[in-house]
């Protein structure tokens, strides 16, 4: 059994920074790619950051320069460090991890979701 945890979500002024973490736990052989997406009301989930176990790093066009996505394989932690907020930001965010289980099975997980409000 695998999960995955966030934390570090609340409500933030525009302008301000939070930090998101989210670690895996249960059965984990090997973690592959790890991500934070996000879900406004009313929007469709969409990708905000990722990262390999290589360290290759993408990030959605609305958030490069402000957010910094890293991980701590030691940990089986990926965090995501928001600055410069802005309302559209506000968002649910979601991490997800590709891991491979000890019973050698590589299937998608994805946290509860964290919520984060920028007030203007």
């Known amino acids: 059994h695998v999960q995955l945890v966030e934390s570090g979500g609340g409500l933030v002024q525009a302008g301000g920074s939070l930090r998101l973490s989210c670690a895996a736990s249960?059965?984990?052989?090997?973690?592959?790619?790890m991500g934070w997406y996000r879900q406004a009301p009313g929007k469709q989930r969409e990708l905000v950051a990722s990262?390999?176990?290589?360290?290759?790093?993408h990030y959605a066009d609305s958030v490069k320069a402000r957010f910094t996505i890293s991980r701590d394989n030691a940990k089986n932690t990926v965090y995501l460090q928001m600055n410069s907020l802005k309302p559209e930001d506000t968002a649910d965010y979601y991490c997800?991890?590709?891991?491979?289980?000890?019973?050698?099975?590589?299937?998608?997980?994805w946290g509860q979701g964290t919520q984060v409000t920028v007030s203007s």
């Open positions: 997800n991890a590709e891991i491979k289980t000890v019973s050698r099975s590589t299937t998608l997980y």
């Open positions: 249960g059965s984990i052989f090997s973690i592959n790619a």
């Open positions: 990262i390999t176990s290589g360290g290759t790093i």
